[in-house]
């Protein structure tokens, strides 16, 4: 299935979401270089054709070329941030030093707010980058499901729309659909806060308390969403979309979702240590809580789930007292 739009492209990155954009993207590039921190990482994938660590049970094709080395990306029109969210401005300021050219389209693909700043990671990009064109590509789109082609709804944000239509040219196939969106801080936001929601999620799971007391958190979630984006520069029909209502729900009840299973481990009793480490992979709305309840609070927001995650995870308050709170404030409209 061939582009003519690209040819070819860096993905720095190689964990679950990098090795999933590889497999999708492999059939319409001629070439992909995926980026990854460790050499011998890198040397068992081109020899094996799979990644030991992530997703392996995923071949890879012959055209995608594993590296350790940040400036193999440089030659590519093309390039992916599939870091996690602490990584992404010391990665950008590598690939600034690097010299990268401003011609290079830049893609987002992680899903948070830095800590210090409370910056999205676009505005982390266009701070470093000035010229460069640059984009996000979000909404419910687990990398395992990415990898094996099942069905998958994405949303690529810019404000650049035309630039936007190019990556939705790429991003569509049989089984992988793409729509647009210049609301690139909704899109942003929505991939972000949905992370510390999906950790409430999995506590309420995890406590037992039922169905429909997860329903309501989920739906109440959303309503708070709304709120904190809108408040930070998102439009509301966003929240409403992939990005916002879509990644919330996937992110909330999938067995796939790191955070759900950060906090279904919470709530079953395990330290946030004890979660995290039999984790083995990054949850990003563990260090997203903290950045998002600094953000919320400097906004003037109400954020009641957000408030009631961070006091579990940075305040020590147990589990069960911070969700009994929720289901006890004062009764009030449900839409104000």
């Not at 995926?34 to 890198?42: E, F, M, P, Q």
């Not at 520069?233 to 929240?239: A, H, L, N």
């Not at 955070?259 to 995290?276: C, D, I, P």
């Not at 911070?322 to 404030?329: D, I, K, N, W």
Request: proline share 4%; hydrophobic share 45%; with cysteine.
């Amino acid at each position: 299935m061939a582009n003519s739009t690209f040819k070819s492209a860096a993905i720095i990155g190689s964990g679950s979401f990098g090795t999933a954009i590889a497999k999708l993207l492999e059939s319409k590039l001629e070439s992909i270089v995926l980026i990854g921190r460790d050499a011998g990482t890198a040397e068992s994938i081109n020899r094996d054709r799979r990644n030991p660590h992530y997703l392996n049970n995923i071949t890879l094709g012959a055209n995608v070329f594993a590296s350790a080395r940040l400036t193999d990306s440089l030659p590519h029109p093309l390039i992916f941030f599939a870091v996690p969210t602490s990584a992404t401005r010391e990665t950008a300021l590598a690939l600034a030093a690097a010299g990268l050219s401003p011609a290079t389209i830049l893609v987002s693909c992680a899903k948070g707010i830095e800590t210090q700043t409370g910056d999205r990671l676009s505005q982390i990009l266009r701070e470093i980058f000035p010229q460069n064109p640059i984009a996000a590509v979000s909404g419910p789109n687990h990398a395992e499901e990415i990898a094996t082609g099942l069905a998958t709804c994405a949303v690529i944000g810019s404000e650049d729309l035309p630039l936007a239509v190019r990556l939705q040219e790429l991003f569509t196939f049989p089984h992988f659909r793409s729509y647009t969106s210049d609301d690139l801080a909704g899109i942003e936001f929505g991939g972000a806060v949905k992370n510390v929601y999906a950790i409430a999620a999995g506590m309420a799971h995890g406590l037992g308390l039922g169905d429909n007391a997860v329903a309501a958190l989920v739906t109440r979630a959303l309503s708070e969403m709304t709120r904190l984006g809108m408040a930070l520069g998102g439009r509301m029909e966003t929240f409403a979309g992939l990005s916002g209502v879509g990644d919330l729900i996937v992110t909330c009840f999938s067995e796939h979702s790191r955070n759900h299973r950060v906090g279904l481990a919470l709530g079953s009793g395990k330290t946030l240590e004890e979660a995290v480490a039999a984790l083995g992979m990054v949850a990003e709305g563990v260090p997203n809580t903290l950045s998002i309840h600094d953000v919320a609070r400097r906004a003037g927001v109400r954020t009641p789930i957000i408030d009631a995650v961070y006091s579990i995870l940075y305040e020590g308050k147990p589990v069960a007292i911070a969700m009994r709170e929720l289901l006890t404030r004062d009764p009030r409209p449900e839409h104000s």
